[in-house]
């Protein structure tokens, strides 16, 4: 079975500019969680979708990030414009299907630098 | 406020000796604690998980023991193997109510030496 695949991997960018992850979730996920991490802490949540629904983006910043999941299947985040403290690991999850609800399949993560 | 703590940054320990991981929790909604481990530049994976239901659950070399009273749960694992060298995480989700959203701790590093 494939895991959640997240592209790109790295990301630098200067600041101001435009970005955006993608991500894939495992087969038959039907909920969707985009993470922030920062250095030295651990995964910080800003939203889950229940197929395209955003369930949850109580701490998605809204000025700059949005993201979408048109089709219910694969996500897409963007920050526009980038600041430098947006500099972090972007980790995209998975859950559902027969592995429960409550234990989330993590991507690699794209880790994004801003110049 | 941190919700989940791990207040050890880092861990070391001989190979084929216990390592014993703490993780504390100050919300009393919490039903559904996990631990994750990460290796360098991957995402974190799943190890072993506990409903607030049980006070153990065991996985091969793995166990996580939870006391609700004390708001704490503890990962186990032995014996410790160099591969086990890792970021590990605990989080923790009230699944009742948030529909599992998880809430991790910082993050222990276990370095496991041969």
């Known amino acids: 079975e494939a895991g959640v695949v997240q592209s790109p991997r790295y990301k630098i960018i200067e600041k101001k500019q435009p970005v955006a992850f993608w991500c894939n979730p495992i087969?038959?996920?039907?909920?969707l969680y985009w993470y922030l991490q920062n250095l030295g802490q651990g995964p910080e949540l800003l939203i889950r979708?229940?197929?395209?629904?955003?369930?949850?983006d109580s701490q998605l910043p809204k000025d700059r990030f949005s993201a979408e999941r048109l089709k219910g299947v694969d996500s897409t985040l963007k920050i526009q414009p980038a600041e430098l403290g947006d500099s972090a690991v972007y980790l995209c999850?998975?859950?559902?299907?027969?592995?429960?609800?409550?234990?989330?399949?993590f991507g690699p993560g794209t880790r994004l630098t801003v110049l | 406020d941190q919700q989940v703590k791990q207040n050890s940054p880092s861990l070391s320990v001989q190979e084929g000796r216990i390592s014993i991981l703490n993780c504390d929790y100050t919300?009393?909604?919490?039903?559904?604690f996990l631990w994750y481990k990460k290796y360098p530049a991957e995402g974190p994976t799943f190890l072993i998980s506990?409903?607030?239901?049980?006070d153990k659950n065991e996985d091969g070399r793995f166990t996580v023991f939870l006391n609700k009273s004390a708001k704490h749960l503890s990962l186990h694992i032995v014996p410790s193997q160099p591969g086990d060298s890792a970021v590990y995480f605990c989080?923790?989700?009230?699944?009742?109510?948030?529909?599992?959203?998880?809430?991790f701790g910082k993050g222990t590093k276990l370095s496991v030496k041969p």
């Open positions: 979708y229940e197929n395209e629904e955003a369930v949850d």
């Open positions: 919300n009393s909604m919490f039903d559904y």
């Open positions: 087969s038959g996920h039907n909920t």
């Open positions: 999850a998975s859950s559902g299907g027969t592995s429960g609800a409550n234990e989330q399949f």
């Open positions: 989080a923790a989700s009230d699944y009742g109510g948030s529909q599992g959203n998880l809430i």
């Open positions: 506990i409903s607030s239901i049980k």
